[in-house]
């Protein structure tokens, strides 16, 4: 059986916030991508660690500050006590893949480059 999903459950600000933050991530992934075929090919520049960088600084910013403030099981110090491994993990393989893609940027274009990720 089908549920009607209430407008207000849909449309709550947890819901918004996150799209809004995840947003926020697209965008700078997106400048960043736009900034590193400029730079690549306008300058010789090829910098990928110091493109991302911005990103990352915001992301812990924005998450560890959430997770630093809630109460229960789900706070900062329970996750990396619990999970702090798995965490590390995906960390890695996410800055090595962005590595990549940005550094893509120097033998190709843009267009290209996005077409491939997706």
Do not use: H
């Given at each position: 059986?089908?549920?009607?999903i209430?407008a ?10 996150i ?6 991530v697209s965008l700078?992934?997106?400048?960043t991508?736009v ?10 520049v ?7 960088f911005l990103?990352?600084?915001l992301?812990?910013?924005?998450y ?5 403030f809630?109460?229960?099981d ?6 990396l006590?619990k ?8 960390g890695?393989?996410?800055v090595?893949?962005n590595?990549?893609?940005?550094k893509?940027y120097?033998y190709?274009t843009?267009?290209?480059v ?5």
């Amino acid at each position: 059986m089908i549920q009607r999903i209430q407008a207000r459950k849909l449309f709550s600000w947890n819901v918004l916030k996150i799209i809004i933050l995840g947003q926020l991530v697209s965008l700078l992934i997106c400048g960043t991508g736009v900034t590193s075929q400029y730079m690549a090919g306008s300058y010789k520049v090829n910098t990928p660690m110091l493109q991302s960088f911005l990103n990352y600084c915001l992301l812990l910013l924005v998450y560890t500050t959430i997770l630093a403030f809630r109460k229960g099981d789900d706070n900062l110090w329970m996750i990396l006590k619990k999970r702090s491994w798995k965490y590390a993990l995906l960390g890695l393989a996410d800055v090595e893949a962005n590595y990549m893609v940005v550094k893509a940027y120097q033998y190709t274009t843009l267009t290209s480059v996005q077409g491939q990720t997706r």
